[in-house]
């Protein structure tokens, strides 16, 4: 789910990156080490806001279907218990 746009604005500038890595006190090989894994994090599947956006606009979807079908077969059972005690008022009487 990685994205062009994520990558531009984590990673558009490793060099910086890496700069401000070795000012925190990283050594040259472990703050090379750190951008490399941070960019193959992104390359391959870190999730972005956008992505839970959608996530979270399909699972409402599906949430608002589900809540359709439940109401439905509620209403298919409330008829029925509804009709069964009307039978049974008729041939009790």
Do not use: C, W
């Not at 604005?9 to 050594?27: D, S």
């Not at 996530?55 to 069964?84: H, P």
């Amino acid at each position: 789910m990685s994205t062009p746009a994520m990558s531009e604005i984590y990673f558009n500038n490793p060099i910086k990156i890496l700069h401000r890595l070795k000012a925190a006190g990283f050594t040259q090989k472990q703050a090379e080490a750190q951008v490399e894994i941070f960019s193959d994090y992104i390359d391959h599947g870190l999730v972005t806001k956008n992505d839970l956006k959608l996530e979270l606009k399909d699972l409402r979807a599906e949430l608002k279907d589900l809540e359709y079908r439940i109401t439905v077969k509620t209403a298919a059972i409330v008829g029925s218990i509804v009709g069964f005690f009307s039978l049974m008022e008729k041939f009790l009487k």
